[in-house]
């Protein structure tokens, strides 16, 4: 992929993404998401940013922020995210930010930011707290990304429409002012982008949905089996080789992301020749699961008790964070016309 032009030196490409601290990460987030960035750390230049700005528009309480913030961080480690390797740092921690969300306010529309599905979305569910954070949400998410002026953002499909306003706020800088910035692409490690689905068959797992639906990292092991066994199933198939309804294709589909090959196939052969029992699948998975899940949330509990390293690595990340936002900010004020001396 080119630098657009020469906006960018060469080099290895730059990656950013963020995650609200709104409540734990889930098995969505993980097979989602962070494998994939673990396997980008290694090739990449990452920045990766807990977005406690974002998690403002609509959790105003912020008594738990801290804490909040401080067990993302812990639980992006203990998925394999290593700080010598990626930016880790805090949204907040980084005015160059929303310095340039200002600037990028200047060229965002009313009408097309009432357009976005997301805003849409949020005003149906919350319609007494319709904030400008919450209008403008799209532009502080460009801002994030063209802050260290990103070429790649590995997004889901809810967040691509937001990615094609990062796009076109891009262009439109620089059509308004010169080049700065690279136009961002969507990126997943050249893998479709994978969604974990719903314990109770309705769509992918998510914080904001049913809880008892989603498998947290931080979920002790009895929770995990509880929350397995209460997934949706039926009586079972009544004639072979039928298709899953699905809600059975999720649960087998959750097995294959924990679950041994030969167990799997144990029980896909089960369920073609209609003798599968759902309890022992479910037992079956819930096992496998505890036993996944277990190392991730140990390591995250053990880097958490350490507090002191923990904010010095936030505190490091938020210093190399600065040295490329500040290179973007002189560019962008450069361009503007807001260099007076």
Request: glycine letters at 6%.
């Amino acid at each position: 992929m080119s630098n657009n032009n020469g906006i960018l030196p060469a080099g290895r490409q730059i990656v950013v993404s963020g995650v609200r601290p709104t409540g734990n990460l889930h098995l969505g987030n993980y097979f989602g998401a962070l494998r994939n960035y673990v396997k980008m750390q290694n090739e990449y230049d990452c920045y990766f940013f807990i977005a406690d700005l974002h998690s403002l528009t609509t959790h105003p309480d912020t008594k738990e922020l801290k804490e909040n913030v401080l067990h993302v961080a812990s639980e992006y480690m203990a998925c394999g995210l290593d700080p010598n390797k990626v930016v880790l740092y805090c949204q907040s921690d980084l005015p160059q930010t929303t310095e340039l969300y200002l600037f990028l306010n200047m060229m965002a529309y009313k009408g097309e930011l009432e357009k976005t599905t997301t805003f849409k979305d949020k005003v149906r569910l919350q319609p007494e707290n319709v904030n400008a954070g919450l209008l403008t949400y799209p532009v502080l998410m460009a801002a994030d990304i063209m802050i260290h002026r990103a070429q790649l953002v590995p997004v889901g499909k809810d967040q691509e429409q937001h990615l094609e306003m990062t796009r076109t706020f891009a262009n439109r800088f620089n059509h308004r002012y010169g080049d700065v910035f690279p136009e961002p692409r969507a990126f997943n490690f050249g893998e479709q982008l994978l969604k974990v689905p719903s314990l109770d068959g309705a769509g992918k797992m998510s914080k904001s949905e049913n809880q008892y639906a989603t498998i947290y990292l931080s979920d002790d092991d009895d929770l995990i089996r509880k929350k397995i066994m209460k997934a949706k199933t039926d009586s079972g198939p009544t004639e072979p080789n039928s298709l899953k309804p699905d809600y059975i294709e999720n649960v087998f589909n959750l097995m294959k992301l924990v679950s041994q090959q030969d167990i799997i196939d144990k029980f896909e052969a089960d369920y073609d020749n209609c003798n599968i029992r759902y309890g022992d699948l479910k037992k079956q998975l819930a096992e496998d699961m505890v036993n996944y899940i277990a190392p991730i949330r140990q390591k995250a509990r053990d880097i958490r008790a350490n507090e002191a390293e923990l904010n010095i690595i936030l505190k490091v990340g938020a210093q190399k964070a600065a040295e490329s936002a500040d290179k973007t900010i002189s560019a962008v004020r450069e361009a503007i016309g807001l260099k007076y001396f």
